[in-house]
């Protein structure tokens, strides 16, 4: 383990946060994230933290019939940190959001569905087909800061396998649930449809409170940004469908 502890400051969805770590590599890790300004708030990792990171990826694995990982210090550090900032970050209306984000034209969309289903696919067919005009801004986890003008998406370091994403944010025009289908198709849902599958796609504290939090910021969520469904299979057509039909006028 390291002797001494790193300490830094971070801005994620505007919101500096002073960091304390065991490990140089999360420091590393939020690299880009670096900032010079006051922290609203300071989080600090323990050995238990990483502790309770590998019991629960174990239990996790083990639910779906996978060995267990043998996961680094340094790296389940980064899952520790990122379980400590959803349950501060929830108190500053932004949520810890499970999808993929990719912004046209300075507008966010993101795409929400179950793991395998296709998000990062979708989202590439929106790079390929409108070129410069998109930018990668999360491929996993976003975060969504929630205000009485609307929903911003953010990127984080969190941005899945392929590391796609960085530090941009753009303002978040619609969210759509993503399933695969032999046909392209996208129609709008009401908050009632979308809301049970936006909750299993957002960070769920285990404290009473700041689960009701979450729920009402979900809520608003769900008045200020259009929801939709999407049909995909995934073909170059489906892109060019999903952005169109979420042209319409409000």
């Known amino acids: 383990m390291a002797e001494n502890m790193t300490e830094f400051t ?11 770590s065991i490990w140089p590599e999360l420091r590393q890790f939020l690299e ?9 708030f300071t989080l600090e990792t323990r050995q238990e933290d990483i502790e309770q990171e590998r019991i629960m ?30 349950e501060e970050l929830v108190e500053r209306d932004v949520l810890l959001f499970h ?3 990719v912004a046209v034209d300075g507008q966010a ?15 590439r067919l929106w790079r390929e087909v409108f070129g410069e005009r998109a930018v990668m801004i999360n491929d996993d986890k976003p975060l969504l800061r929630v205000s009485g ?9 969190w941005n899945g396998k392929h590391h796609l994403g960085g530090n941009i944010s753009a303002p978040l025009k619609a969210l759509c649930i993503l399933e695969r289908d032999k ?10 449809e979308a809301f049970p599958r936006m909750l299993q796609q957002c960070y769920l504290s285990e404290d009473g409170e700041k689960a009701a939090k979450t ?22 057509e489906a892109a060019l469908v999903s952005y169109q039909g979420m042209q319409e006028e409000a």
């Open 10 to 20: 971070v801005k994620l969805a505007d919101i500096p946060v002073r960091i304390r």
């Open 32 to 40: 880009d994230y670096l900032t010079e300004e006051e922290a609203a």
């Open 57 to 86: 990826s174990a239990r996790t694995r083990a639910a779906e019939g996978l060995p267990a990982l043998r996961s680094s210090d340094a790296y389940l550090e980064t899952l520790a940190i990122y379980r400590k900032l959803a």
């Open 99 to 101: 999808g993929s984000v």
């Open 109 to 123: 969309y993101l795409f929400a569905a179950r793991s395998g289903t296709g998000k990062s696919t979708h989202t």
């Open 149 to 157: 003008e609307g929903v911003r998406a953010y990127g984080t370091p």
């Open 183 to 192: 046909e392209n198709h996208v129609e709008r849902v009401s908050p009632e």
């Open 215 to 236: 729920l009402a910021l979900l809520e608003r969520m769900c008045q200020c940004v259009r929801l939709y469904r999407l049909g995909c299979n995934m073909e170059r």
